[in-house]
């Protein structure tokens, strides 16, 4: 079975812009959750998608959305890039929702957004 | 809050000793606890979580709610468990996220 895949891997913008992360879960997983990591910071959790619908939100502003198309693969934007939004994004999936118990989450390789 | 703190940032110790990685969790109902690995060049990986009461790489953890503690153990370390070592939190209630401690890194040494 093929591994959740983060496009793309790697990512340059300059402060002000706009960039759209791409995350294609495991086959048969319909929950997609996103994550920034920063060495400061550590993992953040910043959304989660079950079935198209929002399910929970971390505490990121609202330059942070997300959204999740039918066949589960889920894109997430940030739009008037900071400095401060240097990171490591990650996206993990798993078969049911967060909520639904214990539940294994399997993690992408990420992707690294640099903004200068 | 849900907040987990894992007070080591590195820890280091030789290849055939034990290894303790510290986790601590701040939460008013019973969470659920896990720790995940990520290896060098790796993804992040689910290691063990504490319903299961099991032992993954030889390595187990206990859950103590008195003092809402869920460490990681190992008897004798080996030079591939040498990670990041992440400890995080899922709440009972609702849909909570999962909450994640800033990680330790481990490194044996031969």
């Known amino acids: 079975k093929a591994g959740v895949t983060q496009t793309p891997r790697y990512l340059i913008k300059t402060r002000g812009q706009q960039v759209t992360l791409s995350c294609s879960p495991i086959s048969g997983h319909r929950s997609v959750s996103w994550y920034q990591q920063t060495p400061g910071q550590g993992l953040q959790f910043l959304f989660e998608y079950f079935s198209e619908t929002q399910r929970n939100k971390g505490n990121f502003p609202g330059r942070f959305s997300g959204r999740q198309f039918s066949n589960s693969r889920s894109e997430m934007n940030v739009s008037t890039l900071e400095l401060g939004d240097s990171a490591l994004y990650l996206c993990?999936?798993?078969?049911?929702?967060?909520?639904?118990?214990?539940?294994?989450?399997?993690f992408g390789p990420g992707t690294r957004l640099t903004v200068l | 809050a849900q907040r987990v703190t894992q007070p080591e940032k590195l820890l280091s110790v030789f290849k055939g000793a034990p290894v303790e990685l510290k986790c601590n969790y701040s939460y008013s109902g019973s969470p659920e606890l896990f720790w995940y690995v990520q290896y060098s060049r790796q993804r992040l990986q689910l290691l063990l979580r504490h319903i299961s009461r099991e032992s993954i790489k030889g390595f187990t953890a206990d859950l103590n709610k008195g003092e809402t503690s869920f460490h990681l153990k190992k008897p004798f370390a080996q030079e591939e468990d040498s990670a990041m070592y992440y400890c995080?939190?899922?709440?009972?209630?609702?849909?909570?996220?999962?909450?994640f401690g800033k990680g330790t890194r481990l490194s044996v040494i031969a």
């Open positions: 995080a939190l899922k709440g009972n209630s609702g849909n909570t996220p999962l909450v």
């Open positions: 993990a999936s798993s078969f049911r929702p967060l909520a639904g118990g214990a539940n294994e989450q399997f």
